[in-house]
């Protein structure tokens, strides 16, 4: 975290429960913390894409859904780092719980018939949400809702290494991609936090160009984001395969994963 004494800016005092490693004001007097605001990108422009490519491809709407709220989250995050108030910060988290809810219906249901609907687990995950939500307004502490987030990650984690296991193997670079990105991004917000004084000394020493490297809170939301891209990959992947729709990752301009449906040839 950071350290207590940082420079006000545009939005004046800082009101967050949170306050990041990023120097506060040091590229723009309008956004508080500029790299962890702008490495959102990639959890706002991808999804949005996706979401659409979906709605061509007919894909459930629970797709369409995690699409755009993996978005929300990036939209929320931009403004709470942007600004460092409260209400923005729960514009970031609380949404981070709610897409992943959304994420583990989507993996639970991968292996139903079309168009169905889980009430029981829909009522158990918004259950979950509320809980979660209403807890967290009274408590305001941020470790209960990252054990919180961790649970439901898990819970990702481990339906995917069922699917990768048992019932799709070849998807194993998929999903283990996707994985592997996630905690990547998940060790270096850990050094973020744990060596935050060193991280901001190394930087006084070296060229801006070099210390912007070290700033793992964007690090975090840059692989995170593709993380979370690459998981929604995979489970749109996984269903549309059991409903036999012939799926096909593609490149779009060489670099960025998208999953085009092909149509499936009848037989005479």
Known sequence: MAPAADREGYWGHTTST???????????WYIAEFWNTVSNLIMIIPPIFGA?????????????????????????????????KYEMQLLDELPMIYSCCMFV????EC??????????????????????????????????????????VFTLVLRSIYIVTWVYPWLRGLGYTSLGIFLLGFLLWNVDNIFCDSLRDFRKKVPPIV???????????????????????????????????????????????VILLEPVRKHR
């Open 105 to 108: 219906y989507c993996m639970f």
């Open 52 to 84: 659409v490519q979906s709605v061509r491809d007919g894909l459930e709407k629970r797709y369409i859904a995690s699409y755009l709220a993996l978005t929300v989250v990036g939209m929320g995050s931009w403004c709470f780092h942007m600004t460092l």
């Open 211 to 257: 210390g912007v490297t070290t700033q793992f809170h964007a690090w975090w939301h840059i692989l995170t984001g593709l993380g979370s891209y690459l998981h929604i990959l995979f489970s749109v992947y996984t269903r549309t395969l059991y409903l036999r729709c012939r799926p096909k990752v593609k490149f779009l301009f060489g670099i960025w994963p």
């Open 111 to 152: 292996f139903k018939i079309k168009s169905s609907v889980n009430y029981h687990l829909l009522f158990t995950l918004g259950l979950f949400s509320l809980i979660v939500t209403t807890v967290y307004l009274k408590v305001k502490e941020p470790v209960f809702h990252q054990v919180m987030y961790g649970m439901l």
């Open 18 to 28: 949170l306050d990041w490693c990023e120097e506060n004001y040091a590229v723009t």
